[in-house]
């Protein structure tokens, strides 16, 4: 319950000095003298009316106090919202290849592109998203889900070694266009996320790009990667060894795929600028929420102003017949 006009409940507050008067009217209204025995002033010859000579006022105080919450009104409310949803089809594409090893993200490539890719998972709730790696060849780690928890764990488990080795760039965005291409969302959305050039695959990376196009997919690709040297695992005679490799990252295609299908390509040189980058891409790809409030309220005062009516009529009848005569 709640009052339409809460301001006027400060009015109970003239109940205090009304209460006060009262206290001291009865007080001055009742004179002393001695008596030789009080025996006839006990309890058990006090007749049942001295004991209701209070009611009246009493009913009067609780009648003024129901007057002023009618007139604060009472109410009450039912809200509830009414809201529509609709999620975007998001196909993450991630290399696996070896150079992902390379350690100018912390700890790795590999590492940092699943971490953040977890994060983005997790605060697109209402999406459904799939997930397909590539390195030489390519396939589909998680098809589309709206079960995001089966999506991590399948993240989780990514490594390198599950794929031969090599860069299929185009591949890699192939399968995730063949994976969005029969979706009826309103936006679709491949994330490439690679730190190399294509040099695996039967298909380019530009004719993936016009695949993707011509079944309405925006691809946001992301270069991933220092410029210059990185530290990269490389396997030696005594075992694996930290070699600075040269980063070679194909940005003229990358940004070439992003220009043709409506999204925009990225360079990531550290973890911080990867965060930022699929922050930038959540912004970006908002879904429609359309939300309507509905609120519907009830007036509670008749209630409080029959009963405030009634107690006004209890105390004019006790004061004109049985309490008459009390003083």
């Known amino acids: 319950m709640q009052f339409a006009n809460p301001t006027y ?6 109940l205090v000095p009304l209460i006060a008067w009262y206290i001291i009217r009865m007080s001055k209204t009742q004179a002393s003298f001695k008596l030789a025995s009080t025996n006839a002033f006990n309890s058990k010859n006090r007749g049942f009316k001295t004991y209701l000579r209070h009611l009246p006022f009493g009913l009067r105080m609780i009648a003024i106090a129901l007057i002023i919450v009618v007139i604060a009104r009472p109410q009450a409310v039912n809200s509830w919202e009414e809201s529509e949803t609709q999620g975007i089809d998001i196909v993450l594409a991630l290399d696996v290849s070896g150079s992902m090893l390379a350690q100018d993200l912390q700890p790795n490539r590999l590492e940092a592109a699943k971490k953040v890719a977890a994060e983005f ?3 697109r709730k209402n999406d459904n998203i799939g997930l397909v790696i590539f390195a030489g060849e390519s396939f589909t780690q998680c098809p589309m889900t709206t079960d995001h928890k089966v999506l991590l764990n399948l993240l989780s488990g990514i490594d390198f070694g599950l794929i031969e080795d090599g860069t299929a760039i185009g591949l890699g965005l192939a399968n995730a266009v063949n994976r969005l291409k029969d979706s009826e969302s309103k936006s679709k959305v ?12 039967q298909i380019a ?3 993936a790009a016009d695949l993707a196009k011509s079944y309405g997919i925006r691809v946001y690709t992301i270069g991933a990667g220092t410029k210059g040297m990185a530290p990269t695992p490389v396997q030696t005679p005594f075992g694996m060894r930290l070699q600075n490799m040269p980063v070679d990252i194909d940005e003229k295609t990358l940004t070439e795929i992003a220009s043709l299908t409506g999204g925009k390509y990225f360079r990531a040189e550290d973890n911080a600028s990867l965060s ?13 929420i359309s939300v309507q409030n509905v609120t519907k309220k009830q007036e509670l005062f008749m209630p409080f102003a029959l009963l405030a009516l009634g107690l006004i ?5 006790l004061r004109r017949t049985w309490l008459r005569n009390v003083p």
Do not use: C, Q
Not at 190 to 201: C, M, Q
Not at 276 to 288: G, Q
């Open 9 to 14: 409940l400060y009015l109970l507050l003239i």
């Open 205 to 207: 990376p530009l004719t």
């Open 313 to 317: 009529l209890v105390e004019l009848i």
């Open 121 to 123: 998972i997790t605060d």
């Open 190 to 201: 491949v994330i490439l996320l690679t730190d190399g050039s294509n040099n695996r695959g």
């Open 276 to 288: 930022n980058i699929y922050n930038e891409i959540d912004e970006l790809e908002k879904y429609l």
